[in-house]
């Protein structure tokens, strides 16, 4: 753990931890891309739900869902100091240096399979036990139309247990340092922004390389798709192997944009 003399020196020699900044950068991350798509203005050709449908269909203000991104925020970094300060330090994250391309792409890979299958089994039983989707979870469905800055929102207790746990292990799961963990998360939380959107941009690279995308996750915030897909951030493998998985097909509205639909017979299941 940095003693208070440790952190002096830091701020002293000009640069930030690793730590520091595995803590705080996705933060950072979180609302300056969302904050990028509020520069793009109502995009009405490409939106998933119209402008109207987001104003009028939601069940929570934009101020509440602003207060309680923040607070899981503050917890999430909580918990990242912490969990920084039990299991390395500075010295030991100057390995990734000689790191090879190989070990950090594997231990990226298998934070992301950790992130995965813990989100998808925790969502999932969040919605089978109807204590649980009562009481928590249904906070973050209060945003039935999705949109940038809202990717966070949740009921404390959620966010906790789904992204702050879920990180922690995807943490300790992988063996990442503090160094990679900054690249990491920082790409997690602009995917999870990416997918909450409310958008379909053409070329976005999410689109093209994730089949969890926008797309597949307002299925899920519509009343159809509450008990399909569930996975989340980055792959779609639990729900299709254990049935959840709900397709879908895009079509243009006439007044402007797109709309997700589930395939009929899916639907109907």
Partial sequence: MMSSDDIY????????????????LPIVVYWV??????????????RLHSKKDEDEKNLVSKKEVVKGV??????????????????????????????????????IFVAMLMLDTWQYFMHRYMHQNKFLYKHIHAQ????????????????????LILDTIGGALAFLVSGMSPRTSIFFFSFATIKTVDDHCGLWLPGNLFHIFFKNN????????????????????????????????????????????????????????
């Fill in 214 to 269: 926008s797309a597949y996750h307002d299925i899920h915030h519509q009343l159809y798709g509450t008990k399909f897909n569930y996975s989340q951030p980055f792959f779609v493998t639990w729900d299709r192997i254990l049935g959840t998985y709900m397709p879908y097909k895009l079509e243009k509205r006439p007044e402007g944009g797109f709309e997700a639909k589930p395939v009929k017979d899916c639907k109907e299941h």
């Fill in 70 to 107: 923040l607070l899981q925020q503050v917890v999430q970094a909580a918990v990242a100091t912490v969990l920084f300060a039990v299991t390395g330090n500075d010295g030991e994250s100057d390995g990734d240096q000689h790191a090879s391309i190989f070990v950090l792409g594997r231990q």
């Fill in 9 to 24: 020196q830091q701020a002293k020699g000009g640069y930030v931890s690793d730590e520091l900044l595995g803590t705080f």
């Fill in 140 to 159: 973050h469905h209060r945003l039935i139309v999705p949109y940038a800055f809202g990717a966070l929102y949740n009921h404390p207790l959620e966010g």
């Fill in 33 to 46: 891309y969302s904050g990028l798509y509020l520069m793009l203005g109502d995009m009405h050709n490409y």
